[in-house]
């Protein structure tokens, strides 16, 4: 009975929220319990299964997955509802959750999701919390630095970068020192590595922060 897998159960309902809680104990799995995404975040969890209510009164899967990716985790989440439309079902997915489970919880729908999850999740979750600590670390970057990031990554050296932006070679020096830094990063191919584990495109690189 004991399946050893952690649930992290994001409700703003405490009666649900128990409820859950009661439910996935009495079925082997470990629960922890947060009223909202910032409490999810504050706990930093890095294991588990994240159970996200998605309803306007009770909260949003949505912004449990912005809230983690902007503070760079990844976790795999499931949206739960008590009365899910296919619309809500389609736009919980979009955003990035794995599946949708209708409250209260049954029995053989949460086994199966979990160990579907578990057998999938090991390598597109490393993938994923590296994404999400890729798109941390660009956030950091001013717009400047994002657009002598983007000619690092094409290959420009510092004076083609600086004829491209219309500045000094020694300007390109130290937004791209800076640029650097920030990333934590000491060679180009760092850079270029850290731009692909984003998975940003080129608009959305300007735009992120």
Excluded at 42 to 68: M, N, Q, W, Y
Excluded at 178 to 196: D, F, I, N, P
Aim: with cysteine; aromatic share 4%; hydrophobic share 40%.
């Amino acid at each position: 009975m004991e399946h050893k897998e952690k649930l992290h159960i994001v409700d703003g309902s405490s009666r649900s929220r128990a409820e859950q809680a009661r439910f996935g104990f009495d079925h082997g799995y470990h629960c922890e319990v947060y009223a909202d995404a910032d409490e999810l975040v504050h706990a930093a969890p890095s294991t588990g299964i994240v159970l996200a209510r998605d309803g306007c009164e009770f909260g949003s899967v949505a912004a449990v997955i912005e809230k983690l990716n902007a503070n760079g985790y990844w976790l795999p989440v499931v949206a739960t509802g008590t009365d899910p439309n296919p619309k809500q079902v389609v736009a919980a997915i979009k955003k990035g959750a794995l599946d949708f489970l209708r409250l209260p919880l049954k029995s053989s729908r949460l086994t199966r999701m979990v160990e579907e999850i578990r057998q999938e999740a090991a390598a597109y979750g490393e993938s994923m919390r590296r994404m999400a600590q890729a798109r941390v670390c660009l956030a950091r970057l001013s717009p400047r630095e994002r657009e002598i990031l983007e000619l690092v990554v094409a290959g420009e050296s510092n004076k083609e970068i600086a004829q491209e932006l219309e500045i000094s070679p020694r300007t390109v020096e130290v937004h791209r020192s800076s640029m650097m830094s920030k990333l934590g990063a000491h060679r180009a191919a760092e850079v270029v590595r850290l731009r692909l584990e984003a998975r940003l495109g080129p608009t959305e690189l300007l735009k992120a922060g």
